[in-house]
């Protein structure tokens, strides 16, 4: 769906999406760096099960919830990546953390 | 228009008092200043309860049950009513000692519903709760409701038996003439031989207007809800040593609320959030339920409740001319009470007398020398 | 102790950039509050450090972007990024999620300049993934250096939907084809704003200059465009729609769509402030004075938030508001308010000349909202359809408030965002009454949701607790 114009160079950190390993510029939103390395959907709607993936970002539509960390209803537009940050699809209402 | 009766207030009780007039074939009318169930009767956490009740008013919540385990038969609607049951839960031996002896007491009262349990069961209905907690006190039948879905059900079905509603419009002021009441609206008067002051958090202007004056303050019980959870609850949850009280709905949401109050303007209609306090209710939620701890709080609100200087309503005749009757201040436990107070009301109008005990919620019991007044603090839900 | 500020602003856009520098420069004791991590808002995003290689993509106006955030930084307010305000209380205390942790801070005044949000508009299949807004793919263009991989399909009205083609145009993005949905007829209802519009020469140029750059770049440009759906099962594989009588579809896996902006009024709306329906923006606005100042008592409003008038008009209004604080606040008087303001005012009054023009020329169609068919989705997060709506409306509801408790519309995690302004024009019009009669969503705090555990880390003092 995206690509990106050109390597910025920028310091990268290791994040996990879904599981699967991925260097990412440091100082970008998981939803865009998900968006990159092809997360689909984010999550499916908690009424539905419907697909759902990230529609504003910046921060007004809430489809891009995420789980991070173990944490569910993240939004990914509007967090930063992290070194070792483990970012999930959530299904429906998400699953809460043990 | 001939009237029989008017009804101020369209929460739930002037609705179910409404309600139980028309079938009794009065010929009635609402008078609602906002919209039927803007107010408590329509935001309230929805606790179906006989759980913890004062025994003052065990009588009266064991009637309402009844009602709301046939409620559809009652107002054609389910109300979004289950039967999930509620416990108070207890944190250390000091509080469950407080619980048994509870229990003890409506034992001796002659009721059955509310049953101590020990760790195990606890921790069977209520797998969440964090380990520290060692026992309970259980009304299993008890449960819970949609508040808006129930005071719409009671609204439409007395409308459908011809009960009039007149909403947007505002009681100015009350007497009685020649044998009426004449209630004083910003459109027009209304005049009916009865009057039903079901004014909620400003029933007591009616009543003081009308010679019956109670001590009352106007509070703003606070809820807050959380996104969707994957189900992890069934029974409604509340604490002896928090105020607490803590429901899964259906549709994942929790819902939590307690007894924590915000700022309360009656006169604009309006309440205000005190966010230190929810912080506190967000405390305790962590530490019952640490499955709670990965949550967001979506929407937080308030609610104008009447609540009376002794925490129970007000419910009966006026002191003074004959024809007019109170259901109010229901202080912040009034929706399980809603279905049987309807009848209650219609009773007094139709006979003179209800089958229930409800001197203890006298209008005049304050008449008496004043004793000192409590502040309210009593948990909702 | 809970910490006081002499001034706090709202939003690191130009109108917030703009206030915050005036007002320090003055004297006050400034702090700003931001939920990005660094100064832009939503045209400058980023502009101190996009990692676009070449940053002309972007265009000239972007550019104005980085003095302002230079003077910003220089003039002494102390910046907040990644600080969201979740909660203002008619005392002037302000309740912050400052980089996760929550906290309370109180202001003697308060600027708010949080800004716009892109109009949703909802149309069948709008909650597809691979269906963004424009907002969204320049959001990541300008902080991401991220483009459409290939065929993206643009659809909608505004001149941000014409920016970003441009934009694209210059990264060297293929844009399948760009789907104008402005009705035809908007063009003679401008014709009458054009005279005063002219007198903003610049602002017309360059929308004209944007037309002719995509133009010649070849793309496909189609007029008339209704009935757009978005396609697909689990992903977006089509768009359809309507051009010329005829029923078309182009294959594509990423649409993205605009409508124009609005204000986003959770934040004002949840301190109680009147708002009024704009007929021309067709949105809500506060009420407010030409300083600013809002019914609520030391608070203020500027910027897009305010009204659309654009990143220039945001940047005046931001002064001024800034001018009015220090007044209050006693460190100039009102002689010497209105001599410093009196530029400031005549440049705003200027470039607000082109709005009525631009206002009625990309007006979105009235019937993408009357006209909404009964199973298009409305409200995103609980999933309520129009048909749900116009149901409850049969069955007496008769404004947005009372519309949650029949549908639970408006009562997700958006708290309202996506549906408020489509819920109260689609009431409005099925019960023939104006938007204005109708109003909007009563919005409380928070006004984004908080974790349970970061609420419950305030303590009573309202510091978090260590
Ligand atoms: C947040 C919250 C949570 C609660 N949780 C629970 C719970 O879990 N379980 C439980 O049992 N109870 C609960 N309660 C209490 C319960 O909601 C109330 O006791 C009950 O709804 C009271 O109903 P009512 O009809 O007396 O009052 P209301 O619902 O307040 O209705 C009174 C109506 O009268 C109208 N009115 C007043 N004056 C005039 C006038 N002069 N002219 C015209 N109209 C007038 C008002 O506009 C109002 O609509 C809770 C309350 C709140 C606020
Ligand atoms: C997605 C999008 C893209 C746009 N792109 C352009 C463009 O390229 N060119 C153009 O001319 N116009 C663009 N606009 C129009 C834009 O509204 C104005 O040009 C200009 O940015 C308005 O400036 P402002 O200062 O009023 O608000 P903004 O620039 O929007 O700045 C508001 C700031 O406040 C922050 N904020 C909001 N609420 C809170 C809160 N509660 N707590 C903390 N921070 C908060 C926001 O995150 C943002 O950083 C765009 C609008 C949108 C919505
Ligand atoms: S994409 Fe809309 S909130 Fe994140």
Redesign the interface.
């Known amino acids: 769906?995206?690509?990106?114009?050109?390597d910025?160079g920028?310091e990268r950190v290791t994040v996990t999406i879904d599981g699967r390993e991925a260097r990412v510029?440091a100082?970008?939103?998981v939803a865009?760096a998900a968006?990159?390395h092809g997360l689909?959907?984010?999550r499916t709607?908690?009424?539905?099960g419907?697909?759902?993936?990230?529609?504003?970002?910046?921060?007004?539509?809430?489809?891009c919830?995420v789980e991070i960390d173990?944490?569910?209803?993240r939004q990914a537009?509007?967090v930063?990546v992290a070194e070792g940050m483990a970012i999930r699809r959530q299904d429906?209402?998400?699953?809460?953390?043990? | 228009m001939n009237l029989d009766a008017v009804v101020v207030g369209g929460g739930l009780h002037g609705c179910s008092a409404a309600l139980q007039l028309a079938l009794r074939k009065l010929r009635c009318l609402v008078i609602e200043k906002d919209t039927v169930g803007r107010h408590a009767s329509g935001v309230n956490a929805g606790g179906v309860r006989r759980l913890d009740r004062d025994p003052a008013e065990i009588p009266l919540s064991v009637a309402a049950m009844e009602m709301w385990w046939a409620i559809a038969e009652l107002v054609g609607d389910d109300c979004g009513f289950r039967l999930s049951g509620q416990i108070k839960i207890a944190q250390n031996e000091t509080e469950l000692a407080v619980l048994e002896e509870r229990a003890r007491l409506v034992r001796s009262l002659g009721y059955e519903h509310e049953e101590p349990v020990g760790a195990n069961e606890l921790f069977r209905l209520v797998p969440a709760l964090s380990r520290h907690c060692v026992g309970g006190l259980v009304a299993r039948e008890d449960g819970f409701a949609q508040p808006y879905q129930t005071t719409k059900a009671f609204r439409d079905k007395a409308a459908s038996l011809g009960v009039r509603f007149l909403e947007g419009t505002r009681v100015l002021g009350v007497e009685r003439k020649a044998g009426d009441w004449i209630a004083e609206t910003d459109r027009g008067r209304f005049a009916a031989p009865v009057l039903v002051n079901c004014a909620g958090g400003w029933g007591d202007a009616i009543a003081a207007a009308t010679g019956d004056p109670v001590p009352f303050e106007v509070v703003a019980p606070m809820m807050m809800v959380s996104a969707r959870l994957p189900p992890f609850l069934t029974p409604v949850v509340g604490a002896a040593g928090r105020k607490l009280s803590f429901k899964q709905m259906d549709n994942g949401t929790v819902v939590i609320g307690g007894g924590h109050f915000g700022g309360a303007d009656a006169e604009a209609g309006t309440t205000s959030l005190d966010f230190r306090a929810l912080a506190e209710s967000a405390r305790t939620v962590a530490e019952l339920f640490p499955i709670m701890r990965g949550a967001s709080i979506v929407r937080c609100w308030a609610g104008l409740e009447g609540f009376v200087a002794d925490g129970l309503p007000v419910i009966g005749p006026g002191t003074g001319e004959p024809g007019i009757y109170h259901a109010f201040g229901f202080s912040t436990h009034g929706f399980q009470l809603g279905p049987a107070v309807g009848r209650i009301v219609a009773d007094l109008v139709t006979r003179g007398e209800s089958d229930l005990p409800i001197e203890p919620f006298r209008i005049d019991r304050f008449a008496k020398p004043p004793s000192a007044v409590p502040h309210p603090s009593a948990g909702s839900g | 102790m809970t910490a006081r500020h002499e001034l706090a602003v709202i939003g690191a856009g130009p109108a917030g950039l703009a206030a915050a520098a005036t007002a320090a420069e003055l004297g006050l004791k400034v702090a700003l509050f931001d939920d990005q991590p660094a100064p832009g808002g939503q045209i400058y995003r980023g502009v101190e450090r996009t990692p676009l290689a070449d940053p002309a993509v972007l265009g000239d106006d972007y550019r104005r972007g980085a003095d302002l955030a230079e003077a910003f930084r220089a003039s002494g307010a102390a910046y907040h990024p990644s600080c969201g305000v979740w909660l203002l209380t008619p005392e002037r205390e302000l309740g912050l999620l400052d980089n996760g942790q929550a906290r309370f801070v109180t202001a003697g005044r308060v600027i708010i300049a949080g800004g716009a949000m892109e109009r949703p508009v909802p149309f069948p299949g709008w909650t597809l993934p691979g269906v963004m807004t424009a907002g969204a793919g320049q959001i990541l263009l300008k902080s991401a250096g991220m483009v459409p991989g290939k065929g993206v399909v643009l659809a909608g009205t505004g001149p941000l939907l014409l920016l970003l083609a441009a934009q694209y145009l210059r990264a060297g993005v293929q844009i399948a084809a760009l789907l104008d949905m402005t009705p035809p007829s908007n063009a003679l209802r401008a014709l009458p704003h054009l005279p005063a519009a002219l007198s903003a020469f610049g602002t017309l140029a360059k929308g004209l200059a944007l037309k002719r750059e995509i133009h010649r770049a070849g793309v496909r440009v189609v007029k008339g465009v209704t009935s757009l759906r978005a396609l697909g099962e689990a992903r977006l594989e089509a768009v359809a729609y309507e051009a010329g009588g005829r029923e078309q579809r182009l294959d594509s896996e990423l649409l993205l769509v605009h409508f124009g902006v609005i204000p986003e009024s959770n934040t004002t709306r949840s301190l109680g402030i009147r708002h009024l329906w704009d007929s021309r923006q067709l949105c809500w606005r506060p009420v407010a004075d030409a300083w600013g100042n809002t019914g609520a008592e030391g608070f203020a409003v500027a910027g897009d938030g305010a009204g659309i008038g654009g990143a220039l008009a945001a940047e005046y209004a931001g002064r001024l508001a800034a001018l009015e604080a220090a007044r209050a606040l006693g460190r100039i008087d009102a002689a010497e308010r209105d001599r410093s303001a009196a530029p400031v005012r005549a440049a705003l009054a200027k470039e607000r000349r082109v709005r009525p023009f631009l206002d009625v020329l990309f007006q979105p169609a009235p019937e993408l909202i009357s006209q909404l068919a009964d199973d298009t989705v409305v409200c995103r997060c609980e999933e309520v359809t129009a048909g749900q709506i116009r149901e409850a409306v049969g069955q007496g509801c008769t404004g947005p408030n009372q519309l949650k408790s029949f549908t639970r519309c408006g009562m997700g995690p958006c708290q309202g965002r996506q549906c408020g302004t489509t819920v109260s024009q689609l009431i409005g019009h099925t019960l023939g009454r104006p938007v204005e009669e109708i109003g909007a969503y009563r919005i409380r705090p928070p006004l984004k949701p908080i974790g349970l555990t970061q609420l419950a880390a305030l303590d009573g003092e309202g510091e978090a607790a260590a």
Not at chain 1, 1 to 6: G, P, S, V
Not at chain 1, 45 to 48: C, G, L, P, Q, W
Not at chain 1, 70 to 73: F, I
Not at chain 1, 92 to 98: D, I, L
């Open positions: 769906m995206f690509k990106k114009l050109h910025d920028a510029p100082g970008e939103t865009a968006l990159i689909q959907p984010f709607s908690a009424v539905s419907a697909p759902r993936a990230p529609y504003c970002m910046m921060g007004v539509c809430f489809d919830l173990g944490t569910p209803n537009c509007q930063r429906g209402a998400g699953e809460t953390a043990p």
